[in-house]
């Protein structure tokens, strides 16, 4: 393990070296930018493979909601004609799982990096690195000691939860706007009732995207860059895949809220 962090660490001090000719100070921190790209890059195959299997689950909402109603009596046996309908379509239901966990390597990465005094024997001399002043390997509550709210350090750490707000806000009408368009069939346990909790959840699921400010402030600056970097890729990235559905879903509205004078207001 100590052989990989010190790896890991030549790793991110080649790219900020390659970038300090750009970004003098801040090269470090430029580099766990990078970086984050280059992990969602190599992801995107696999994010592009599951807005597939989320488009084809979507479409095939109303055929497992007739095998619920058919076999609602038999939960074994509608779980298997569900089971069979996937595999027919070819769609796994875990598909959607695998680029959020193929990127948490890289997280816990940064976060170890940047939380250790010491790399293979060696002091950690990334922890001298900053950006604008607040130290990478520092947090929240290190900037509000080093001057408060409004201090050097903390006015960087307003600067991400500023973006991290911009972000949620933004992932929060795409995922209203999804749901809203494609509502998905009540889950059901064993029993073939609807599964305790789960409809609270799926209220809950658009708000999700705001529990990144926790995150950003409990974390080393430098995985907090990561954190920030990747979220933003992820809105970006999902508003792209899934444009077709949030067309629809803005085509639905507009027909929904355009009744004879609706009409005539909008075409005025």
């Known amino acids: 393990m100590s052989a990989f962090m010190s790896a890991f660490a030549n790793l991110v001090g080649s790219l900020a070296d390659l970038l300090q000719p750009l970004f003098h100070g801040a090269s470090t921190a430029a580099a766990i930018i990078l970086f984050t790209a280059l992990v969602r890059l190599a992801v995107h195959p696999l994010s592009r493979a599951a807005a597939r299997g989320q488009k084809a689950r979507t479409r095939l909402q109303p055929q497992i909601a007739e095998l619920r109603k058919k076999h609602g009596k038999n939960p074994e046996r509608m779980q298997k004609a569900i089971m069979e309908l996937h595999a027919a379509e070819k769609v796994s239901p875990l598909s959607g799982c695998l680029p959020s966990l193929l990127q948490m390597p890289a997280f816990f990465l940064l976060y170890h990096l940047f939380s250790s005094g010491s790399i293979g024997g060696e002091p950690n001399a990334l922890l001298s690195h900053d950006l604008l002043g607040a130290p990478l390997g520092g947090r929240w509550h290190d900037a509000l000691g080093a001057g408060g709210v409004l201090g050097a350090h903390g006015l960087v750490y307003l600067g991400l939860f500023a973006l991290v707000l911009a972000v949620a ?60 970097t990747t979220t933003a890729w992820s809105a970006v990235e999902r508003a792209w895949l899934y444009r077709d559905l949030y067309r629809d879903a803005g085509m639905s509205t507009d027909t929904d809220t355009a009744g004879p004078g609706g009409a005539m207001a909008k075409a005025a």
């Open 169 to 228: 806000t933004f992932s929060y009408r795409l995922t209203k706007r999804q749901m809203a368009a494609n509502p998905m069939t009540p889950a059901t346990g064993p029993d073939g009732q609807p599964v305790p909790g789960m409809g609270a959840m799926v209220k809950m699921m658009p708000l999700l995207s705001f529990a990144t400010l926790i995150t950003v402030a409990v974390v080393p600056l430098a995985a907090a860059l990561y954190v920030v």
